[in-house]
């Protein structure tokens, strides 16, 4: 049992370039998050889902788009990548209303 | 949306006891949580607390809630040099999905 796995745990981008951050959980989980993490800010979510086939945006979505093909999967674009996504980002998932989190993907645009 | 706060450091002696605060803004937020995350790694649930009760403890862990005040804290006993961390406070609020609202994080620095 692995719990929440994220792929890969770092990644340097420049501008413009475009990356999918892969998420899977082995827990049979309905809801899946993603966050991002920022020094001072805590976590902001920026998509969340319900359940396989549902996405639905956070409190920061602009500049990503997200897919829930597969119960188990929650992927994370970023389709034109800005300095601004310079980030640390959390997958979560969730049963009941107890959160268990990946390791995290640091990602750095320059 | 409105923020949940928390003041961004703490220092304690090893042995001391630390308490970690937070306020919080939604009344009717049904869960309270403390989340611990050392460096490098993701956010761990610690603890939490039903809206109904007012504390909570768990071995060195004690929680308190003053619902009346919308106020949390996270008190440690014993604190010991693995406890320096980065510990969250989170309230869920349920307007859409389960939407869990984050406060900006306590650095605990435990010092010998």
């Known amino acids: 049992n692995a719990g929440v796995t994220q792929t890969p745990k770092f990644r340097v981008l420049k501008t413009g370039q475009s990356m999918t951050l892969l998420c899977a959980q082995d827990m049979n989980h309905e809801y899946m998050y993603w966050y991002r993490q920022d020094p001072g800010m805590g976590l902001r979510l920026i998509h969340y889902s319900v359940g396989e086939g549902t996405t639905a945006k956070g409190e920061v979505p602009d500049g990503y788009n997200v897919s829930r093909l597969k119960k188990q999967n929650f992927l994370l674009g970023l389709e034109s990548a800005a300095p601004s996504q310079t980030s640390v980002y959390f997958c979560a998932s969730s049963v009941s209303h107890e959160q268990y989190f990946g390791p995290g993907t640091r990602l750095t645009v320059t | 949306g409105e923020d949940v706060e928390q003041s961004l450091f703490l220092s304690v002696r090893e042995g001391d006891s630390s308490v970690i605060n937070c306020t919080y803004t939604d009344s009717s937020s049904t869960y309270l949580y403390w989340y611990k995350q050392e460096p490098g790694a993701g956010l761990q649930l610690l603890t939490y607390i039903f809206s109904n009760m007012d504390m909570k403890q768990d071995q060195r862990l004690t929680v308190l809630l003053n619902k009346k005040d919308k106020h949390l804290s996270l008190r440690i006993a014993d604190t010991q040099t693995g406890d320096s961390a980065i510990y969250f406070c989170?309230?869920?609020?349920?307007?859409?999905?389960?939407?869990?609202?984050f406060g900006p994080g306590t650095r605990l620095s435990v010092l010998p």
């Open positions: 989170a309230e869920i609020r349920d307007n859409y999905g389960q939407n869990f609202v």
